[in-house]
């Protein structure tokens, strides 16, 4: 027998599972053997153990393939980051509000479209089990939902403004309070589709501005807090891009009604109504789009993309940026010399300057 088995490389076995948690080894046979308390240990460690692994799978695609929620897919930006990322083999989840829009983004290869109105908290709702019955789970939520107001804050309707709000700023709050456990869970992206505008303000840019710089104080408290899931948060900033963003707004304004016309500002009503909001002259937005794959999967993402189409809107913005920053320091109690400023710009650019 010495002889047979010399030279047999031995295979070592492993335990059986019940040594590990101090259960008896018997044999299947002595299985009567095992003390009550025993067997009852051993069978609920399997039901833990099974519900455990049925919950991870549930979040996992057997394919590996990330999902991504883009939130006001149907047109413009949206419609753009939606083929992209389906393009790069990513799924996603595009939300619209509308049949013959949800239609459409089913035609696309890996998107599935989800009926999502970001002011209705049921949609919500439905488009959170929607994604967790998909077993998927969510790596990235680009948060594009948006609609524009404008018109001189004197005048403008206090509805429209709250309608605005609704969508620019609540929906982005309830959907991302909404998916947070998901986004969690995948240790993935949140980005925020703001804009240029949430650094400017001018004359009728009001209402839309303001749900604009909203956003930007809402990433910045939403970053560091999100930092111990290891979720990255980010907001994209775009200038002027190819959109429907003012077609629905224009659309709730209605015509050149005698409150209009009688308006100190009935010139610039009449300019608005003819078109001059209508930005078909634009580029498509597919820098937009080239940032919102950056945010979402480049190792280390920015925490803010400003996107803009020329040199001319980086000066308006930047420089907005400047002045407002001038105007804090001038004439304050603890006004900062033009060489500490100097020095502060090097420290946040860093040590390089770059």
Request: a negative charge; zero cysteines; proline letters at 0%.
């Given at each position: 027998m010495a002889a047979e088995t010399k030279g047999k490389k031995k295979t070592r076995r492993s335990p059986p599972l019940c040594y590990y948690f101090g259960l008896p080894t018997q044999n299947s046979d002595n299985i009567r053997g095992i003390p009550m308390q025993s067997f009852f240990r051993l069978a609920g460690?399997?039901?833990?153990?099974l519900?455990?692994?049925s919950a991870c799978f549930a979040q996992v695609d057997a394919s590996g393939q990330k999902a991504v929620l883009v939130t006001g897919a149907s047109t413009g930006i949206g419609r753009k980051i939606t083929e992209v990322l389906a393009a790069n083999g990513y799924f996603v989840y595009a939300g619209a509000r509308k049949q013959k829009d949800l239609?459409?983004?089913n035609a696309i290869e890996n998107v599935q479209s989800i009926r999502l109105d970001v002011t209705i908290q049921e949609e919500i709702d439905a488009a959170v089990q929607t994604v967790r019955d998909g077993g998927r789970g969510l790596y990235g939520l680009v948060n594009n939902a948006g609609v524009g107001v404008g018109g001189p804050l004197i005048e403008v309707d206090e509805k429209e403004v709250r309608w605005l709000f609704d969508v620019n700023i609540f929906g982005v709050f309830r959907v991302t309070q909404a998916f947070a456990p998901l986004i969690i869970e995948g240790k993935g992206r949140i980005t925020t589709i703001g804009s240029i505008a949430g650094t400017i303000s001018g004359p009728f840019y009001g209402p839309y501005s303001m749900s604009k710089f909203a956003?930007?104080?809402y990433t910045d408290a939403l970053a560091p807090e999100m930092e111990r899931f290891d979720v990255k948060v980010s907001v994209i900033e775009p200038g002027n891009y190819r959109s429907e963003i003012s077609k629905t707004g224009r659309a709730r304004a209605g015509g050149m009604d005698e409150?209009?016309?009688k308006s100190p500002y009935a010139k610039e009503y009449k300019a608005r109504l003819e078109g001059s909001a209508d930005r078909?002259?634009?580029k498509d937005p597919d820098e937009v789009a080239d940032a919102a794959m950056h945010a979402l999967f480049s190792e280390n993402p920015k925490p803010r993309y400003m996107v803009v189409p020329n040199r001319d809107e980086a000066s308006w913005t930047i420089g907005a940026a400047i002045q407002r920053m001038v105007q804090q320091n001038e004439r304050q109690e603890h006004t900062f010399?033009?060489?500490?400023?100097?020095t502060m710009l090097d420290k946040a650019m860093g040590a390089d300057g770059e």
């Open positions: 460690l399997t039901i833990v153990l519900a455990t692994s239609d459409a983004l956003l930007e104080a409150a209009k016309e078909s002259q634009y010399s033009r060489e500490e400023l100097i």
